[in-house]
């Protein structure tokens, strides 16, 4: 198991270990990604978004961003 130490300005230093298993590299961005009350994952940014493209197939309806705004708000 890897630990890091907080720091009186909030920063960590993640371990070497688990930088090179996440392969992020200084300016790359991690998120936490809460998955209970008290837990949270380490998740790394590392991808480019256009990635992405492709990974639900193809729309079979097209939405206009009037409406997804409309449901956006409705949710908010």
């Known amino acids: 198991m890897h630990t890091a130490t907080l ?22 961005r991690v998120e936490f990604v809460q998955i209970a009350h008290d837990r949270y ?12 493209k492709g990974m639900f197939g193809t729309a079979k309806k097209k939405v206009s961003i009037k409406s997804m705004n409309a449901v956006i708000k409705d949710m908010a």
Do not use: Y
């Not at 720091?7 to 790359?28: Q, S």
């Not at 994952?41 to 992405?52: D, N, Q, S």
């Open 41 to 52: 994952k380490l998740v790394a940014i590392t991808g480019e978004v256009t990635a992405l």
């Open 7 to 28: 720091t009186p300005n909030g920063r960590l230093t993640i371990p070497i270990e688990v930088r090179r298993a996440l392969k992020i590299e200084t300016g790359d």
